[in-house]
């Protein structure tokens, strides 16, 4: 069973940055996509990125400019940074594996599943 | 970007009804949906992928279904413990987007 757990600071003062881990238990980082998703308060889903493989990566455009994710396969966890925060990067952070399943032998997948139980961070000022 | 509009934004319903929900993208996704189940305080949870294959574990009540740009979400007799918020999301691309969600409440 996978498991995935957030951890860090659940406050950060504004212009700094945020740094989350997520560990995984139960299946390798390597050879499977994990992803960053967020949540305001009150608010809906917002995708941060997603490491592929511990080396490909995709960003959201939105955060392109202030986000880095990373990995460490020996400790099996990956990790977030968002750089010059503000208030508007308040919210519950998740991590999550990309789902997918094979259709006749060919790979389908991107959606999110398993997730973290999520961690709130919240930037002050 | 892939914008995902979802609609209604918000749902009163009662239990027994029959509820939809739709979802369109931008452009057409070929079939690279999944939806989203979100109770107060709890994780989101997958309900739906591939536009229309259940979850395990995901009741038979619930079912998607579309194409190209256009998709539901459909619940077909509401239980007390599916009012919750709804997204859904493409990954069709790989910058991955959700739509804004549908909250669907107790009429």
Known sequence: ?125 | DIQMTQSPSSLSASVGDRVTITCRASQGISNSLAWYQQKPGKVPKVLVYATSRLQSGVPSRFSGSGSGADYTLTISSLQPEDFASYYCQQYYSTRRTFGQGTRLEIK
């Open chain 1, 1 to 125: 069973q996978v498991q995935l757990q957030e951890s860090g600071p659940g406050l950060v003062k504004s212009s700094e940055t945020l740094s989350l881990t997520c560990t995984v238990s139960g299946a390798s980082i390597s050879g499977n996509t994990w992803n960053w998703i967020r949540q305001p308060p009150g608010q809906g889903l917002e995708w941060i990125g997603y490491m592929y493989n511990s080396g490909t990566i995709h960003y959201s455009p939105s955060l392109q400019s202030r986000v880095t994710i990373s990995a460490d396969t020996s400790k099996n966890q990956f990790y977030l940074k968002l750089t010059s925060v503000t208030a508007a990067d308040t919210a519950v952070y998740y991590c999550a594996r990309e789902g997918f399943y094979y259709d006749m032998s060919a790979y389908d997948g991107g959606w999110f599943d398993p997730w973290g139980q999520g961690t709130l961070v919240t930037v002050s000022s």
